[in-house]
């Protein structure tokens, strides 16, 4: 499979206005791909748009404000961007939130609401948009898993399984589209430092005492910048890479995970604190 052509080309992005998104639009932008921006945030979103239109007079930018965690509102606009865009080249599945706590800890709504914005919308969007996607070959699908898609630490039951989740499709995907010359990359970012810890939820289980201080220890792993997360995407992307792991935070993890299939869990816990929250949970 030849290399990714950007010059041209039209990209959905979802998540588009803040952290790891919003530098993947200015990288999408620089290199001649107009945009789909999708994101729920209406006034970054006008911000992101704005800054590319200004900055590049060339390429078409059009936003759409959606809450990805609404299935009737994903399936509406992806039917939208479909019936308005004739040709998609590339889609990136960006969009996703946390929610922290143990899985008794987080109420089954909660559970299906982060299901819903880090798996199901991305399935929705891939499926609606397969069609124009590989219409012809040098189409390409990117999905954005985690670190917490590569090893699964005490206190994130939801979000694990939803980037597991994402993992998984992603590398039937890859397998699946290669024939129609359709290229799928899953990407697994560590510590990047965006919102993500500011916006996380937190599970209504989890005792007060322990969520400013999960939330600040959350916060000190976030410090790899996201425009250099975004540009190794977008080379992985141009080079057909089928997995992008961003920073030593997801590297080494993923090592350790695939060298000790099972004893790693312990050194994730003793390296993330999730042990001792465990027990400060329990003992109450």
Known sequence: ??????????????????????????????????????????????????????????????????????RNATVAAAETILREHQRITLLVNNAGAALGGRFDQVTLDEFEWLMDLNFRAPVVLTHTLLPTLTAAPGGHVVNVSSLFGLV?????????????ALRGLSQVLWAELAESGTGVTTVHPGGIKTRVAESARVGSG???????????????????????????????????RARVLIAASAKIPDL?????????????????????????????
């Open 1 to 70: 499979m030849g290399r990714y052509r950007f010059a041209g080309g039209t990209a959905v992005l979802t998540g588009a206005a803040s952290g790891i998104g919003e530098q993947l639009a200015y990288g999408l932008a620089r290199r001649g791909s107009h945009l789909v921006l999708v994101d729920r945030d209406a006034e970054r979103l006008d911000r992101v748009r704005a800054a590319i239109e200004q900055d590049h007079s060339g390429i078409t930018v059009s936003t759409m404000v959606v809450d990805l965690a609404d």
């Open 152 to 164: 699964a630490p005490a206190g994130q039951s939801a979000y694990c399984a939803s980037k597991f």
């Open 206 to 240: 989890v005792p007060a005492d322990l969520v400013d201080g999960q939330k600040k220890a959350f916060t000190k792993l976030l410090t790899y910048p996201p425009q250099k997360a975004a540009e190794q995407i977008l080379d992985g992307v141009e080079r057909r």
């Open 256 to 284: 350790l995970a695939r060298l000790l299939p099972v004893s790693h869990q312990r050194l994730i816990a003793l390296a993330t604190g999730s042990d001792r929250s465990r027990s400060r949970a329990t003992v109450r």
